[in-house]
Antibody
Framework: QVQLQESGPGLVKPSETLSLTCTVS??????????WTWIRQPPGKGLEWIGY???????NYNPSLKSRITMSVDTSKNQFSLKLSSVTPADTAVYYC????????????????WGQGTLVTVSS | DIQMTQSPSSLSASVGDRVTITCRAS??????LNWYQHKPGKAPKVLIY???NLLSGVPSRFSGSGSGTDFTLTISSLHPEDFATYFC?????????FGGGTKVEIK
């Protein structure tokens, strides 16, 4: 079955760019039914949807973060990535990659599977 | 954005107890409500999609109901492995949003 694993620096300085990669195993990032998604959870707070990238490269970002986000897909490495620019301590969170599974016939969708998450701390 | 309000934020229960968690949306989301289980240090796991549909492999003691703005997750008889945090997620409109979570602890 599909498994996801996040990787990237655990510490980023304020004003710099946070870069994370999610490696997909057991499936293809080129799958036509998968919307590759990033979600984060700041310490002590709820989950926040960051956005997704479709295998075609089409993206959809949370408006609250849109100006700072870039997502991409690398089909040769079976990975997808997140870049968040101009970070502040408020961007400190556990970042999860996941797949948005969609049933176009019914409109049903859900996130499955998820990576275990990676903590990124923004601090000087 | 659609706000999702979960209650309670935490509860203490014993093995064998029936547990009910509620999730309320700030506007109608039809039936597009998912439930997840999250244990510390592990990947969250989807339990139920579209309010009442159990994912394959999820024990039948889990059930979901509701539509519109009010939804419920029920665990009919709590097992030791069910102690975890549960959260809801609306899949009706972007940006997708989540409830604040309910931590189910051992009494």
């Amino acid at each position: 079955q599909v498994q996801l694993q996040e990787s990237g620096p655990g510490l980023v300085k304020p004003s710099e760019t946070l870069s994370l990669t999610c490696t997909v195993s057991g499936g293809s990032v080129s799958s036509g039914t998968s919307y590759w998604t990033w979600i984060r959870q700041p310490p002590g707070k709820g989950l926040e949807w960051i956005g997704y990238i479709y295998s075609s490269g089409r993206t959809n970002y949370n408006p609250s973060l849109k100006s700072r986000i870039t997502m991409s897909v690398d089909t040769s490495k079976n990975q997808f990535s997140l870049k968040l620019s101009s970070v502040t301590p408020a961007d400190t969170a556990v970042y999860y990659c996941t797949r948005d599974v969609r049933l176009h016939s019914s409109g049903d969708s859900w996130f499955d599977p998820w990576g275990q998450g990676t903590l990124v701390t923004v601090s000087s | 954005d659609i706000q999702m309000t979960q209650s309670p934020s935490s509860l203490s229960a014993s093995v064998g107890d029936r547990v009910t968690i509620t999730c309320r949306a700030s506007q109608s989301i039809s039936g597009y409500l998912n439930w997840y289980q999250h244990k510390p240090g592990k990947a969250p796991k989807v339990l139920i999609y579209s309010a009442s549909n159990l994912l394959s492999g999820v024990p039948s003691r889990f059930s979901g109901s509701g539509s519109g703005t009010d939804f419920t997750l029920t665990i009919s008889s709590l097992h030791p492995e069910d102690f975890a945090t549960y959260f809801c997620q609306q899949a009706y409109s972007n940006p997708l949003t989540f409830g604040g979570g309910t931590k189910v602890e051992i009494k």
